[in-house]
């Protein structure tokens, strides 16, 4: 039994995707892999600050839906 393929996760609007850790350029006519150290680490620390916005703003919609204590009418 094999383990299960991790989905390609892209970037939003680019035309970049990482998919089994590494990074592949992605146009309508195929894909090569991105090989070049400098530009990789840089799509990995791009895709990290993207995944810890989105959970940021994730936290906010959660906080915003939570009932306020000190507020009992639900007031905004």
């Given at each position: 039994?094999?383990?299960?393929?991790?989905?390609?996760?892209?970037?939003?609007?680019?035309?970049?995707?990482?998919?089994?850790?590494?990074?592949?350029?992605?146009s309508g006519t195929g894909s090569i892999p991105?090989?070049?150290?400098?530009?990789?680490?840089v799509l990995d620390d791009f895709a990290q600050a993207m995944a810890a916005a989105d959970r940021a703003v994730a936290d906010l919609h959660t906080r915003q839906s939570e009932p306020s204590a000190s507020d009992p009418g639900h007031r905004r």
């Open positions: 039994m094999s383990a299960p393929t991790p989905h390609p996760a892209q970037l939003p609007r680019s035309p970049v995707v990482l998919c089994d850790g590494r990074w592949w350029l992605v991105a090989s070049d150290p400098t530009f990789t680490t």
